[in-house]
């Protein structure tokens, strides 16, 4: 393909704005396998169970697990998520075990009577819950991919639950969360009725041990036994929609993953009902024309320019199309096309942002959009990779979606519940709790996914017939709808850029998402930088701007790589969370 030229004036912008780079760590180096979280206890957890003799589905669901009881903000039983496997003969798949949807749920079951969103009502308490798809998934992945048993692998979880882990500051900070203190069971094991854990203290869960011993036995008592029924009776004494029927109904989806290429590179990601790899693919095909090291280094402006217009226009028919692939059709193929990215690209104007509201979809490639009959994913998930000694791969992402999900801990069981329900359209053409408007495909329905951005993704070489294709990256983060963004973001700054993986985990970030038209920015994003983007025409929001305790950042990037020539792992975890790191061996 014929890279765009580079105009003068980028090369004149270039020279006088860089941005100044944020000092950074050197990635964690192993020779044998490899584990990166955002819990240190989690990622010991996994590193265990490889030196036992497991492999990286193994670790991955040790990882799962213990995040359930060490980051319980958003690691999770209660929950769900994808799981990214690529195992040593290059094959794989995508277990979508995402929360589905209530048999009793209803399109409309958030708006009162005049037709407006209860505020709330999606996101805190009994009624914003999904059925979990946690338990299903990572026993799912074990049984059918691992070399342990259930209970091997539950076994560091049990431990750190049984008999506690030191807090930090920062985990001592997350626990005052306002949505604990509403419901009584969470305000009991989280904040000790108001007695607040401090800095140093051991945190012990009895009743989540119990309940995740149980688990290691028969992880279908969750399901169809004994536990779905406490569940259920809990849901039906606190107002929840959940029941025995709904537990018993639930399964989790061996799906396709999508793939596509990017500058000698093969993009393994995330089908519906995640939207993440659909919307990367669409960007890094608009962005595959540009010579971007060119055009001006990482996190240059001309560069962010580019990289935002591909966003804006991925995000455009992410609202308009995607949703649960089996409620919806969807048009992936034309969204993956080249010529279709070729035509938008053609539409962007180097230097200068295109209004959203004036942004035209090029004719003859999509279906026409669905009519919205009103104009109008958290950042608290968790991800974590996995790479063993014989090269099998697992990019996890899950999720209660906001911080400790509804806030409601199932009462002698000890896990908290999702408020993933507010991931589905409450009400057509009405921002959900990110602000991402979305369509038809994406309403409420009964055994329904809610449409997610969550987007683990696994790079590899560009196999052939006589070649096979070779693992190179394994990454994902939280961060709701700017997940695909940063993950886009990685890649870019890897693939084009030139930085390590510890450098593109660290690195500023920005996003931005069709609606609002604005082009959001980390608040350690360089002054400099988003100065010559607002001369451009953006109109820029800077995260937590105006509250000095804010830290302003957003996601957890947990990266790998494979040195192409040494074979050596390195693992780059996110400095934006300091209880968490790259492990290996």
């Not at 036992?52 to 193994?58: C, E, L, R, S």
């Not at 969470?186 to 869960?205: L, P, V």
């Not at 059709?329 to 035509?343: G, I, N, R």
């Not at 604005?518 to 929001?541: A, H, S």
Request: hydrophobic share 40%; net charge neutral; charged share 20%.
């Amino acid at each position: 393909m014929r890279l765009l030229p580079v105009p003068h004036l980028l090369v004149t912008l270039l020279a006088t704005s860089l941005p100044a780079q944020q000092p950074s760590l050197a990635p964690t180096r192993a020779t044998h396998a490899m584990v990166v979280t955002i819990h240190h206890d989690a990622s010991d957890a996994g590193l265990a169970i490889l030196k036992q003799g497991g492999n990286a589905v193994d670790a991955a669901v040790a990882v799962g697990f213990a995040l359930a009881v060490v980051f319980p903000q958003a690691g999770n039983i209660g929950g769900g998520g994808f799981m990214l496997i690529r195992d040593r003969s290059g094959k794989t798949h995508f277990l979508d075990y995402r929360e589905k949807a209530p048999a009793a749920a209803s399109r409309d079951m958030y708006l009162d009577a005049q037709g407006n969103v209860i505020k709330g009502l999606s996101t805190v308490g009994q009624k914003a819950s999904g059925v979990p798809g946690s338990v299903a998934g990572l026993a799912y992945a074990q049984k059918h991919f691992g070399k342990l048993t259930l209970a091997q692998d539950l076994a560091p979880a049990i431990r750190l639950a049984e008999e506690g882990f030191v807090l930090s500051p920062g985990e001592v900070a997350n626990l005052h969360a306002a949505r604990l203190t509403q419901f009584p069971e969470s305000a009991r094991i989280y904040q000790r009725n108001g007695d607040f854990y401090q800095a140093g203290e051991t945190f012990k869960q009895p009743d989540l041990a119990s309940t995740l011993k149980r688990i290691a036995a028969n992880p279908d008592d969750f399901y169809r036994g004994a536990m779905a029924k406490q569940i259920a009776d809990f849901e039906s004494r606190s107002g929840g929609l959940i029941t025995s029927a709904d537990l018993a109904a639930y399964q989790v989806k061996d799906r396709k993953p999508i793939t596509g290429d990017y500058h000698g590179y093969r993009i393994i990601t995330s089908p519906p009902p995640s939207s993440g790899g659909i919307v990367l693919l669409e960007s890094l095909n608009i962005l595959t024309g540009y010579d971007l090291p060119k055009v001006g280094a990482d996190r240059s402006p001309a560069q962010v320019n580019l990289i935002t217009e591909a966003f804006r226009r991925a995000y455009m028919d992410r609202g308009d199309y995607l949703g649960d692939p089996d409620f919806a059709s969807m048009p992936l193929k034309q969204m993956a096309d080249p010529k279709y990215a070729s035509a938008w690209r053609k539409t962007i104007t180097p230097l200068k942002p295109t209004a959203s509201a004036d942004l035209v979809r090029p004719a003859g490639f999509m279906p026409p959009a669905p009519k919205l009959p009103e104009t109008h994913e958290s950042t608290e998930t968790a991800h974590f990779s996995v790479v063993d000694a014989d090269g099998m791969a697992v990019s996890n992402t899950y999720t209660l979606n906001f911080l400790f999900g509804s806030g409601v801990t199932v009462e002698g069981l000890g896990f908290l519940l999702n408020d993933e329900m507010d991931d589905f359209a409450s009400k057509m053409g009405v921002p959900n709790g990110f602000g991402l408007i979305q369509g038809p495909a994406n309403a409420i329905a009964p055994g329904k996914r809610p449409l997610s951005a969550m987007t683990p993704t696994i790079v590899t070489t560009k196999g052939h017939w006589y070649r096979r294709a070779k693992l190179r990256y394994v990454l994902g983060t939280p961060g709701g709808s700017t997940i695909i963004t940063t993950v886009a973001n990685n890649i870019i700054s890897i693939v084009d850029n030139g930085l390590d993986v510890q450098q593109a985990a660290d690195a500023p970030r920005f996003h931005h998402q069709y609606l609002p038209d604005e082009l959001q920015v980390e608040k350690r994003f360089p002054i400099n930088i988003t100065d010559q983007l607002k001369t451009m025409g953006y109109t820029i929001k800077r995260s937590g701007e105006f509250d000095e305790n804010n830290p302003g950042v957003w996601g957890d990037c947990e990266l790998i790589a494979i040195d192409p020539k040494t074979g050596e792992l390195l693992g780059g975890h996110d400095s934006r969370r300091d209880f968490g790191k790259a492990a290996g061996y």
